[in-house]
């Protein structure tokens, strides 16, 4: 992970407003088949310049911007590397979670405010495993760089049991809902 810009931390340092939010336990891109299972988590990629979309009151289409985290699996149960056809278990990485100013968070309908909370409840949840105890939102970036800096340690890669759901949409079959969550850590460790 190369370094957090000072604005972006800035967003991850004022998140006061959702330190009330508890971890929880619970876009179409090639995930590995639901259920849980054991991947190394290779980096936290932090892209300062997201992009949160919603649909207010009126129905206009409105694009916020907004730093997002997400994770970079390896798959360490791949079928395919097991049987040889593949060098490496697949290389995934997780849907981005929009991170929020407050004023942005406050301006939300309260339906889109729901939605944010569900994805920093999975974010918390991911972050407590992985720490071995419960984390807040405003702990948010100090906490990134210790997971990529033990992510990368060629001596004791980082192994977590992940919990994913890859299943098409109810809705419409053409999408996938895709979500996943770091349950446990199996090897490595965050100092």
């Not at 000072?6 to 090639?30: C, K, M, W």
């Not at 694009?63 to 798959?75: E, I, Q, Y």
């Not at 981005?96 to 918390?124: D, K």
């Not at 049991?161 to 850590?185: F, L, T």
Request: with cysteine; aromatic share 8%.
């Amino acid at each position: 992970m190369s370094v957090i810009p000072s604005d972006t931390l800035a967003i991850f340092n004022q998140q006061g407003y959702a330190a009330g939010i508890e971890p929880s336990q619970g876009g179409a891109r090639i995930w590995p088949p639901s259920g849980t299972s054991t991947h190394y988590l290779n980096e936290v990629v932090v892209n300062p310049k997201g992009k949160f979309g919603y649909k207010n009151a009126a129905g206009t289409k409105i694009d916020l911007d907004v730093p997002t985290v997400a994770f970079k699996f390896t798959w360490a149960e791949d079928p395919e590397q097991a049987a040889g056809t593949k060098q490496t278990g697949l290389e995934w990485e997780s849907e981005p979670i929009h991170i929020l100013t407050q004023a942005q968070f406050q301006g939300l309908p309260a339906n889109h405010q729901q939605r944010v909370e569900i994805a920093y409840a999975r974010l918390l949840g991911s972050l407590s495993a992985l720490f071995g105890r419960k984390v807040s939102m405003p702990e948010l970036g100090s906490l990134l760089p210790k997971i990529t800096e033990a992510a990368q340690n060629p001596t004791a890669p980082l192994a977590v049991k992940v919990y994913v759901k890859n299943q098409p949409n109810k809705k419409d079959s053409k999408y996938q809902d895709q979500e996943c969550q770091i349950r446990e850590v199996v090897s490595g460790a965050i100092a």
